[in-house]
């Protein structure tokens, strides 16, 4: 495998097609895994290239089929293989906002609780020890409702962005070419 081509192609260089398969996925080819080694060197060149240009990967397959066996679609394979990555960060991004929703009623309800216990330890008590008390719960309130803004300020934008790679991902035009033989 080696480095890009132009601004948005990935060149790989194959020995032969079952390279870029998970050797323990016993489903061939385009029903199967992507060897993770494949999947990363793809997905790092593609982080790398322009954002608004279209990806094309380039692969320099220097193997033949095995005699009696079919040889692989690996373009298919490929756009396939990232197409079902962007569906699964969609579920993903989906079930963070699902979650997202129930952890900020959750927290909207915890904060109210402490700030009306906060509110009648106000009117009820005076002191320092009564002052603790109320700014802890201020505190607690608010801690309450942290993680359900976080999820909704900052979690969900690591998933939009895989989405987006692996779609670009899966609408890449594959090429395969034999490779030129080396010149030793």
């Known amino acids: 495998m080696s480095?890009?081509?132009?601004d948005a192609t990935i060149e790989l260089r194959l020995a032969n097609s079952a390279q870029l398969f998970n050797t323990l996925d016993p489903f061939p080819f385009s029903e199967g895994d992507i060897a993770a080694d494949a999947e990363r060197y793809i997905v790092e060149w593609a982080q790398e290239?322009?954002?608004?240009?279209?990806i094309a990967i380039l692969?320099?397959?220097?193997?033949?089929?095995?005699?009696?066996?079919?040889?692989?679609?690996?373009?298919?394979?490929?756009?396939?293989?990232?197409?079902?990555?962007a569906r699964a960060e969609s579920q993903a991004l989906r079930a963070l906002f699902r979650d997202g929703r129930l952890a900020f009623l959750i927290?909207?309800?915890?904060?109210?609780?402490?700030?009306?216990?906060?509110?009648?330890?106000?009117?009820?008590?005076?002191?320092?020890?009564?002052?603790?008390?109320?700014e802890s719960l201020v505190i607690i309130g608010w801690?309450?409702?942290?993680?359900?803004?976080?999820?909704?300020?900052y979690d969900w934008l690591?998933?939009?962005r895989r989405k987006r790679l692996y779609q670009r991902l899966a609408e890449a035009k594959v090429t395969?070419?034999?490779?030129?033989?080396?010149?030793?």
Request: net charge positive; glycine share 8%.
């Open 49 to 54: 290239l322009p954002k608004d240009a279209a």
């Open 107 to 134: 927290g909207f309800a915890g904060l109210s609780f402490c700030l009306f216990l906060s509110f009648l330890l106000t009117q009820r008590s005076e002191g320092p020890f009564a002052r603790v008390v109320q």
């Open 59 to 85: 692969i320099h397959l220097q193997g033949t089929a095995t005699p009696g066996k079919p040889h692989p679609d690996l373009a298919t394979a490929l756009t396939g293989w990232f197409a079902a990555k």
């Open 3 to 6: 480095g890009e081509k132009s």
């Open 158 to 160: 690591p998933l939009l």
């Open 143 to 153: 801690v309450v409702i942290w993680r359900p803004a976080e999820m909704f300020l």
């Open 176 to 184: 395969i070419t034999p490779a030129a033989p080396d010149a030793s």
